[in-house]
């Protein structure tokens, strides 16, 4: 079993920064793609960014290109996401998900075998 501990969300100013981090334990990390989604109120589950096992290749969503950056430290056991230039429409919970069936990024939900259990993040304008 995994466990996935999502932390650094909260309310920020359009423009603002935030870091979300996501604790794993359970399983060899390493051996996981690790991705971010989001969901926010009455719309569907969403890919926002994926990082491949040895951190090597990142893929975004159109919408995050640019200001968010994912990362992981595979002998911390955490990937991260850093949330730039944030904006009101990127409000929602984010989840970050592991992947221990492939060694591509896949950006559907079904792929990913374990979730956190999400981590609000709020930007006012």
């Known amino acids: 079993q995994v466990q996935l501990v999502e932390s650094g969300g909260g309310l920020v100013q359009a423009g603002g920064s935030l870091r979300l981090s996501c604790a794993a334990s359970?399983?060899?990390?390493?051996?996981?793609?690790m991705g971010w989604f989001r969901q926010a109120p009455g719309k569907e589950r969403e890919f926002v960014a994926g990082?491949?096992?040895?951190?090597?290749?990142?893929i975004y969503a159109d919408s995050v290109k640019g200001r968010f950056t994912i990362s992981r430290d595979n002998a911390k056991n955490t990937v991260y996401l850093q949330m730039n230039s944030l904006k009101p429409e990127d409000t929602a919970v984010y989840y970050c998900a592991a992947d221990f069936s492939r060694a591509i990024i896949s950006i559907t939900s079904r792929a990913y075998d374990y979730w956190g259990q999400g981590t609000q993040v709020t930007v006012s304008s």
């Open positions: 990082i491949r096992r040895s951190g090597g290749i990142k």
């Open positions: 359970g399983r060899t990390f390493s051996n996981a793609v």
